[in-house]
């Protein structure tokens, strides 16, 4: 089973993520926190999230409460065991400088989140058969 972490703040993009994913071809858990202070204590396994399961992949917000995307990326890249795990910047800045420092501070993809169930459907299948069919992730520790 593949395991994704989704970092997001906004209800409704939750919902329209998890109803592409549960569309989805591939076995898959997907778990949701909604800041990068969770995602944090999700990915070191702290206080409620102890048992939390590793993610084969991240899909990470930008504008996040508490702690942005871009701080989350760059505590990740401190960490032999964090920065394997792949993250893909899913937000809806399109500017340059946005993308430029995610790829900067470890990012392995960024992409403009598409309005709309249908564009994010698409998204997340070319996403599904990109991570889980063609790409070898790295094994869990």
Do not use: C
């Amino acid at each position: 089973m593949i395991e994704i972490l989704l970092v997001e703040d906004d209800e409704g993009d939750i919902e329209l993520t998890l109803e592409a994913f549960n569309r989805s071809k591939v076995t898959l858990n997907v778990n949701v926190v909604r800041d990068g202070m969770e995602a944090m204590a999700y990915l070191r396994q702290e206080g409620e999230f102890k048992n939390a399961t590793m993610p084969d992949l991240m899909l990470l917000d930008l504008n996040l409460p508490r702690k942005d995307g871009r701080e989350v990326l760059a505590e990740m890249q401190e960490s032999e065991n964090l920065k394997r795990i792949p993250v893909v910047v899913l937000t809806t800045s399109e500017a340059d400088e946005d993308i430029l420092k995610s790829y900067q501070i470890g990012a392995n993809a960024y992409v403009t989140k598409p309005v709309g169930l249908k564009g994010l459907v698409k998204v997340v299948n070319l996403l599904e058969e990109f991570w889980f069919t063609i790409v070898k992730l790295p094994p869990h520790q």
